[in-house]
């Protein structure tokens, strides 16, 4: 049975219409968990530092994607529920277009400056080139990437999630069939510059199925074509999705920060253990961004048509359900952190203990995590964007600052993994009072 952004969402409904943007967050994160294996294990323990290293400026520059994606499917969905579905496609159109060219300027810029933020952050040698090899090849690829980042909520708006997925399933077999091939068979020399390579091909897939999906006459509510420009259009875009793209910048950010504070604390091992940690939270993390992904354009259309019942149900039943997620992903975490640390390190006792240690602390942020990323997306799907942004930076940005360079004052390198709880703990608490402040003015 077709389920469609009109209808009533009970819980039953909620999950099978949210489980194909989670799977898909999830499949994505697994995928990079496999590049992350690969490079590990194949290519060594200084390219995949160098990996760890440079991913944070990687993300930095693709966050646009995330920006017009959920920021324009908020304002698309928002104006489906008000019964313009002309105008509609029309900002979807635009959204596409803008997301693409400044793909195209961002990956010329991110190549431009590459080896010298790389350099900024504690890259020399070996692992400095390492960076430039992997950053420049990923970067090539950037304008596919934003436009694959930007149909992940798309697709949901659309009221086609699954098709999300089979296009993320599709890049994501690209991806590990190529790393199974060029990092494994390549010469040791060309192994990194291969992991690149596979990644990149699968972002082009990711990116280009989906156009001609939507250039094509299909069954959706949303096809590309001809648009207009506004301004206004694009303005509200990127404040409704300007908590994405804080929250990705911040986190990329603080995630430089953090391997500033693990080279002073641990050295190559510290940053090489943080970075065991970021693939496997990916996985977990995912499955509260990808609800949050999957539920937002309900949200948005139900606000556009001002059914203020089915708001209060949505936001009621949502925590819920993250409640019930964050208690099975931590259990899930703590028992998993010895078999994840063998997989990744376990060619080094002196780093799988470090990473088991740290992971074990590490894994109870993912109880409260969720809260704060749906509260987020909540007011994004609401189209406040100030609102959510404030949210996200306050969590992705503040709270962690803060949290990583006092706590290891005080606890040394443990208190680098606590400064994650902490920092997640704080989220929850400001997230909740938003929420309270909020429930007049939107009616949940």
């Not at 694959?148 to 991806?175: M, R, W």
């Not at 002196?350 to 704060?372: D, N, Q």
Request: aromatic share 14%; hydrophobic share 55%; proline share 2%.
């Amino acid at each position: 049975m077709k389920i469609q952004l009109s209808d009533h969402f009970t819980y039953g409904r909620l999950i099978r219409f949210t489980i194909p943007s989670i799977a898909m967050m999830i499949f994505i994160s697994i995928y990079g968990v496999v590049d992350g294996f690969f490079v590990s294990n194949f290519a060594g323990k200084t390219p995949f530092s160098a990996v760890n290293l440079i991913m944070p400026f990687l993300m930095i520059v693709a966050t646009v994607g995330f920006m017009f994606g959920t920021g324009g499917t908020a304002l698309v969905a928002k104006t489906l529920g008000e019964g313009e579905r002309e105008k509609a496609n029309q900002y979807f159109s635009l959204f596409v277009y803008v997301t693409f060219a400044l793909g195209v300027v961002f990956s010329l810029l991110g190549i431009l400056f590459l080896r010298p933020v790389a350099s900024l952050l504690g890259a020399e040698g070996e692992l400095l080139e390492n960076c430039v090899v992997y950053g420049r090849i990923i970067l090539a690829a950037l304008p596919f990437h934003v436009l694959q980042l930007l149909f992940q909520s798309f697709f949901i708006a659309a009221e086609k999630p699954h098709l999300g997925l089979v296009v993320t399933i599709s890049a994501g077999l690209a991806n590990m069939l190529l790393d199974a091939v060029l990092v494994i068979f390549l010469p040791q020399e060309y192994k990194l510059a291969g992991a690149a390579i596979a990644t990149a091909i699968s972002q082009f897939v990711g990116g280009v199925i989906p156009l001609f999906y939507f250039f094509r006459k299909n069954s959706s509510i949303l096809r590309l074509g001809k648009t207009f420009f506004a301004g206004k259009a694009i303005v509200k875009a990127c404040t409704n999705g300007s908590s994405e793209f804080m929250s990705n910048v911040s986190m990329s950010v603080v995630g430089m920060l953090y391997n500033i504070q693990l080279f002073k604390y641990a050295g190559e091992d510290g940053v090489a253990a943080y970075g065991v940690m970021m693939y496997v939270s990916m996985i977990f993390a995912a499955a509260f961004i990808g609800y949050s992904i999957g539920v937002a354009p309900v949200i948005s259309f139900h606000h556009g048509a001002k059914n203020e019942e089915e708001l209060k149900g949505l936001l009621r039943r949502s925590m819920r359900m993250i409640g019930a997620f964050g208690v099975g992903m931590v259990i899930a975490a703590e028992c998993s952190a010895l078999p994840l640390a063998k997989i990744f390190v376990g060619y080094d006792a002196g780093l799988m203990e470090l990473t088991i240690s740290g992971f074990k602390i590490f894994a109870l942020s993912f109880f409260f995590m969720g809260f704060a990323i749906f509260s987020s997306g909540f007011f994004t799907a609401l189209n406040d964007g100030l609102t959510s942004a404030l949210i996200s930076f306050l969590r992705t940005l503040v709270f962690q600052v803060a949290a990583v360079m006092l706590l290891p004052l005080l606890w040394g390198i443990h208190g680098v993994w606590i400064s994650i709880v902490v920092a997640e703990i704080m989220a929850v608490v400001i997230s909740v009072i938003f929420l309270l402040i909020k429930r007049k003015k939107y009616h949940y």
